[in-house]
């Protein structure tokens, strides 16, 4: 089992700055891919970043150049940087973990509980 706690949502203006952190612990995997999702009222869960464990970097064409995934090993912990926010990034946004490189939320085997984003315009 893995455990993951997502920390470092809240209100914020557009234009401004977050960064949210994701915590895991529990089972520990060689290889695998940590991914931020984000789910807005009325709408379907929706692929935002994922970074795998060899390094490379994966982000949704309305995010590139905004927001950037990385992650700390020591700490077993994810981090999504989220700047120059826009009205339409209000969402719960969730971490969860694949034993593979993917886009594909129903590929991801763990979720965190979510933690909400809202950028008042």
């Known amino acids: 089992q893995v455990q993951l706690a997502e920390s470092g949502g809240g209100l914020v203006q557009a234009g401004g700055s977050l960064r949210l952190s994701c915590a895991a612990s529990?089972?520990?995997?060689?290889?695998?891919?940590m991914g931020w999702f984000r789910q807005a009222p009325g709408k379907e869960r929706e692929f935002v970043a994922a970074?795998?464990?060899?390094?490379?970097?994966y982000y949704a064409d309305s995010v590139k150049g905004r927001f950037t995934i990385s992650g700390d090993n020591a700490k077993k912990t994810v981090y999504l940087q989220m700047n120059s926010l826009k009205a339409e990034d209000t969402a719960v946004y969730y971490c969860?973990?694949?034993?593979?490189?993917?886009?594909?939320?129903?590929?991801?085997?763990?979720w965190g509980q979510g933690t909400q984003v809202t950028v008042s315009s």
């Open positions: 969860a973990v694949s034993d593979i490189a993917t886009m594909w939320a129903s590929e991801y085997d763990y």
């Open positions: 970074l795998w464990s060899g390094g490379s970097t």
């Open positions: 529990g089972r520990t995997f060689s290889r695998y891919c």
